[in-house]
């Protein structure tokens, strides 16, 4: 079993639709949870980071945790085209070196 | 204030080649990482400088993988010699210690295919 599942997609959504992109984890011990936009042929794009659990909003973009079920989502309202990209998940423990685990990632697509 | 810088973009080599990778990180970020993220798979970690020491290198392949980075700035990572499977997109990033999470900010990346 891998520490982070992400499932793959490709997930198409028409514009304007709110998206739900989830990841599943298995080690208890991550407190920190990151979600990373990746464009094409780009490197990994912060999005949003949240400590432990509960919510956090930054615009269009809210981020969930709930770590009694190991389950962490990123919603997007109002989708739009340009959200086109894929959506990594990544995790870590609190420690000296703050190693991430990350998804596969998410691909999406908005359909204009 | 400029992001993370990586060169080349792109790279094609035969099998058996060697193959170098440079990054050089956000100014003042002490800590550097080097991923290796395949086709369709999330970023790996192979490497972890804390200024010029290594924290952590237990995916680095170091039968042929090896990563320097002299004066706690800048970072070469090199292949020698390459196989079919390091066929991926290498990929840099940066982080100040200490800063909450230690939020890690990428470069580009490096896409190498190995024929």
């Known amino acids: 079993q891998k520490e982070v599942e992400q499932d793959p997609g490709p997930l198409s959504v028409p514009e304007g639709a709110i998206v739900s992109l989830n990841c599943t984890y298995s080690n208890s011990a991550f407190q920190y949870f990151m979600w990373y936009r990746q464009y094409s042929r780009k490197g990994p794009e912060l999005l949003m980071y949240?400590?432990?659990?509960g919510n956090k909003e930054d615009g269009r973009f809210t981020a969930q945790v709930d770590k009694s079920s190991k389950y962490i989502s990123l919603f997007i309202r109002d989708s739009q085209p340009s959200d086109s990209a894929t959506y990594l998940c990544?995790?870590?423990?609190?420690?000296?070196?703050?190693?991430?685990?990350f998804g596969t990632g998410t691909r999406l697509k908005v359909l204009a | 204030e400029a992001g993370v810088a990586q060169s080349p973009r792109y790279k094609i080599i035969e099998k058996r080649q060697s193959v170098a990778f440079w990054c050089n990180p956000i100014s003042g970020h002490a800590t550097l990482y080097w991923y290796q993220q395949i086709l369709g798979q999330g970023p790996k970690l192979l490497i972890q400088f804390q200024n010029n020491g290594v924290v952590d290198d237990s995916q680095l392949p170091k039968d042929r993988f090896s990563a320097e980075r002299l004066k706690g700035v800048d970072s070469t990572l090199k292949i020698q010699p390459a196989k079919l499977e390091d066929s991926a997109v290498y990929l840099c990033a940066s982080s100040l210690p200490g800063q909450g999470t230690g939020t890690q900010y990428f470069g580009p990346g490096t896409r190498l295919l190995v024929l």
């Open positions: 949240t400590y432990s659990s």
């Open positions: 990544a995790m870590s423990a609190p420690s000296g070196t703050y190693k991430y685990i």
